[in-house]
């Protein structure tokens, strides 16, 4: 009975989606194609040119990979591309460009005029293409070199930042470059009319005007961020929320503390130590380690972040260090070791010695969050983003990420792209 019960619904689920897939198809006109005939007639009309251009609305978003649209048919057989639109001011309006390649080009670029109209400019600067290129994760400008092959369709959004005093109709161009010369130029008018939004129109999230946070700065400003509490420096010591920070002399972490609850709900007065004993930075040669005398330099600080410098010597070489500790308890440490004459180098190590205590537990390195191992064995590893581990208690411990002087900087939700790897540290 139970086997026949399962058999029964997955039939019914079956004829569900059947009956249903008609009218899927019906209310997405831009997933039916355009017969081969017809498009071969349209492909021979326009031999040499590199690829076909067509425009289309924000309320029906390029979705195929490769053919033409049937709703594309009387913009195929038209002389040149054009587009028009309604928006409102202050509105971030978005349409569409969609290139099908004749045969393979790229990079793809895209450049505007300005729109000009009988109450003023809207300037070129208030144009961009989101698909080529913008702001990326690190708030850095970039641009993506977009390459299409015979036969396939690319979508690039375009979006118009439209100012709050536009009123009436604006008329301007955008260019398309296919590479090796060839362009096609699509003529495109916009109606400004209505009420001016005072959120760019984010509010409606089927206009799509919420594309520009795609290339957004927001959130990357040098601000203390609600909740959190400005660092302070008193000597060597730097606090933050609930955590403590005390440097050495060489300016590696002597101690830090933390001093949140058990539960993590409240502050309290009774800290709890992190480090056994201070972190030190070991040059051994074959007759062990060597002596160094080190000395503190500089430590300046803001609401935001602290930084500070120190230098160790030994006998033909010095390391540099240099710090940084944010109001998140985030932070880094860069050392820089130079040999000022030929050494006999066995190993150079960085020591942290954890508390027992607030060692309990360890993830990281091929490991599993859970209690911690007796011993952790890792190998730089290319095909692996493995470069990191914490160790600690529910309430006080380190995470340490291991970089060299090329390392990118992720973003807070980091994601791997196609075929990314692991740069092992030169």
Not at 164 to 193: M, P
Not at 318 to 331: C, K, P, Q, W
Request: proline content about 5%; aromatic content about 8%.
């Amino acid at each position: 009975m139970p086997d026949m019960l399962r058999i029964r619904v997955t039939l019914c689920a079956l004829l569900a989606l059947t009956a249903l897939a008609p009218g899927l198809l019906a209310e997405e006109p831009m997933l039916t194609p355009l017969d081969n005939a017809t498009l071969q007639e349209i492909v021979a009309r326009h031999a040499g040119e590199g690829s076909l251009v067509f425009t289309e609305s924000r309320d029906y978003p390029i979705r195929r990979l490769n053919g033409v649209p049937a709703r594309w048919l009387s913009q195929a057989r038209a002389q040149a591309p054009a587009f028009a639109g309604t928006t409102r001011p202050g509105e971030f309006y978005v349409f569409q460009i969609g290139v099908y390649a004749l045969e393979d080009v790229g990079p793809l670029r895209v450049s505007f005029s300005g729109l000009k109209g009988q109450s003023g400019v809207i300037p070129a600067s208030a144009l961009r293409c989101l698909s080529l290129g913008g702001t990326n994760h690190n708030g850095q400008p970039f641009l993506k070199d977009v390459n299409v092959r015979k036969g396939s369709l690319q979508a690039l959004w375009i979006g118009v930042d439209v100012p709050q005093a536009a009123s009436g109709t604006y008329t301007g161009t955008a260019q398309v470059s296919f590479g090796a010369g060839k362009r096609s130029v699509v003529a495109f008018s916009l109606d400004v009319t209505g009420t001016p939004v005072a959120d760019h129109g984010d509010s409606a999230a089927r206009n799509l005007s919420r594309l520009r946070w795609l290339d957004s700065t927001v959130g990357r400003e040098a601000t203390l961020t609600k909740g959190f509490e400005p660092v302070q420096a008193k000597g060597r010591t730097l606090k933050v929320l609930g955590r403590e920070l005390l440097l050495g002399e060489d300016g590696l972490p002597r101690q830090i503390v933390s001093r949140f609850s058990e539960a993590n709900t409240r502050i309290q007065s009774q800290g709890r130590d992190v480090l056994e004993r201070p972190m030190a930075f070991v040059v051994e040669t074959r007759s062990g380690p060597v002596k160094s005398h080190s000395r503190f330099g500089s430590l300046r600080h803001s609401d935001l972040e602290a930084n500070w410098s120190a230098r160790s010597t030994g006998a033909g070489w010095r390391v540099e260090t240099t710090g940084r500790l944010d109001y998140t308890g985030s932070g880094e440490v860069r050392l820089h070791l130079t040999a000022d004459k030929d050494i006999d180098l066995s190993d150079a190590r960085l020591e942290v010695p954890f508390h027992e205590d607030a060692a309990r537990y360890f993830m990281g390195l091929n490991k599993q969050g859970g209690l911690r191992p007796a011993e952790v064995h890792w190998k730089w590893d290319t095909t692996n983003r493995q470069d990191c581990f914490w160790m600690g208690e529910v309430n006080a411990g380190l995470m340490l990420r291991f970089k060299d002087a090329d390392y990118t900087t992720r973003g807070l939700v980091y994601y791997l792209r196609c075929g990314e790897q692991l740069e092992i540290p030169s």
